[in-house]
């Protein structure tokens, strides 16, 4: 227990007097002691006790200051034979002294304790700024901002509007939980537009495939992605009955979407991102297959084959299937199915692209399938939505919820309570772009609550990637998620009422009598709020352990992942040098040194077997209303053969799509790896290097 301190103030490095806590003291040895002896740091209460007598001595007329506190820290540890500790407390002091001085280089004062690079993110792309571009607000006060713009809506249900602000802001300073990033950005501002995910209709007819391009550039420049479906414009060389003239087909028109993206910068803070599909059984489907092959085409688009189940039976009896004209639904053509697969294996395996949805199982769970069917997601994949609707997607983060080395399920529940009602004000406070879209999603509510942070769950828990462990934690934590929400959803229909088309939906179907959300769950690749939450992205492996981080032009950083710097200081191996020597190739696999045991819980996502990522997303997906973004990373050095058979175990295990990236296959990187591409193309880079806002998954700016 703490003793009562006769000290009750102390000055902090900005010049503020704050009240005194010796439990910080004793925190800081403890973690010091953890650190460098591993254990539980059991003296720590009692080298604190002697450091807070002392400053009762020494400060009796005079208030301490932090350093005073730190530098007396020290000369305990040393004066008491711990020359071990304090030698590790030295280096904490150092580098927490690097980290605040690179924060007061991007001009934000930042009171949460968040890494540099979450500060570099917010700073460039979320905190608001004055007219002359400088920052106006902290973490802090952004957290604040969201969290007063989103509790508000309770007023109009008769919730408690202040209970409900502490609530949002507690779990987004705490860092447990994050929403997309256009709700950070423009909750309690002028523009207002907080979902991240669109799709729009492109109909077989000029008028609507302008409004299409009309509508993404207004969404665009908000700050959100949209997905398409090309599916019904009429093939190339098709014709045009109204000026007797030839169709130039869907990828032509994609052009005209690419462009215009081009020019849409998103007030700056996010490139315009879309998802382009086009049905299997469409004319024009090898044009689209192979559409990325040509040089800097369609740079601006994720494209993905809409595959049918009827597809798929005809690639395993080897058998040919129709192309149909979607204008005259007249069967135009046959192909070997065979023949179409290995084109888009091949194009994937050399492009990244084309990513494959299962469209049919898509629509086998849409949830008011008598409003609509669905055919497109947006640009990650991982939110079908019908034709004019939007999704505001949010993250938990797993490794908040862990305690010690055990998931904290209550607390995960009482947080997946907060999520949903957080996103499901959402839908009432945002300010939509478009009319149309405003009315689908109001009328649907769907709302998309997923994780971050799962891969430094595993670590914490002593678990492998790449094991049949990860496999049934994985579909057991989801289980669990998916019926928490559903239960929190079903809550605020009996406060709020039921989402409007929930007549004749999936749940009215299934028994429900109410819910407030036509889908709740689904694993998003969370990007850059899994850096300013300091996790891991979505359901990705670690991409490197120790790497160079780009920050900004000529400022780069050394990132080690923390679990592993811990770990390694407890096994006592840790050292300057071996995070280097890391740093080369990101992997410890072929690094002298370090245990076995290390080497299978940090192995990174081009360690593992693609199989393995397939099994963790299918797992995943068995117990997501939506569908779950995941890059199912390939080594340099993979085949096309390799490729096609993640695109068949996806299928047969349930996914509801799938995105490959074999290393290197794009010119443009936000990730590169210590000389594996130099072989090939004569560049070496001596260090594995990330772009400021590469988090994991897919090392491309497009599926960033």
Known sequence: MQPKSQINRIVKRDGRIVDFDPGKITEAIRKAFVATRGGQGDPAQQLSNEVVKILETRFKRKIPTVENVQDLVEEVLSRQGYSDIAKAYILYRQKRTEIREAKQFFGVRDE????????????????????????????????????????????????????????????MANLEFLPNSPTLMNAGTRLGQLSACFVIPVEDSMASIFEAVKNMAIIHKSGGGTGFSFSKLRPKGDVVLSTKGIASGPVSFMRAFDTATDVIKQGGRRRGANMGILRVDHPDILEFIAAKTRENFLTNFNISVAVTDKFMKAVERKEEYDLVNPRTKKVVRKLKANDTFDLMATMAWKTGDPGLVFIDRINKFNPTPNIGEIESTNPCGEQPLLPNESCNLGSINLLKMMKDKHLDWMKLKKTIEIAVHFLDNIIDANKYPVKSIERVTKANRKIGLGIMGFADALIKMGIPYSSNRAVI????????????????????????????????????????????????TTIAPTGTISIIAGTTSGIEPLFAVCFVRNVMEGTKLLEVNALFEEMAKKRRIYSKELMMEIAKTGSVQNVRGIPKDLKHLFATAFDVLPEWHVKIQAAFQKHTDNAVSKTINFPHDASVEDVKKAFILAYKLGCKGITVYRYGSKKEQVLYVGSVLGRESGETFDYTSADPEYSGGCPSPTCE
């Open 112 to 171: 949460l304790k968040l890494t540099v690079n979450a500060i570099s993110v917010l700073q460039r792309r979320y905190l608001r700024k004055d007219e002359e571009g400088r920052v106006i607000e902290t973490p802090a006060q952004m957290f604040r901002r969201v969290a007063k713009a989103v509790a508000a809506v309770d007023q109009r249900y008769g919730g408690d509007v202040k209970r409900a602000e502490e609530d949002f802001y507690g779990v």
């Open 473 to 520: 934690f994985a579909e057991d934590l989801m289980k669990f998620f998916s019926k928490e929400a559903i239960q929190a959803s079903v809550r605020l229909g009996d406060q709020r009422d039921p989402f409007p088309n929930f007549s004749g939906s999936f749940w009215e179907k299934h028994g429900f009598k109410t819910m407030r959300n036509a889908t709740v």
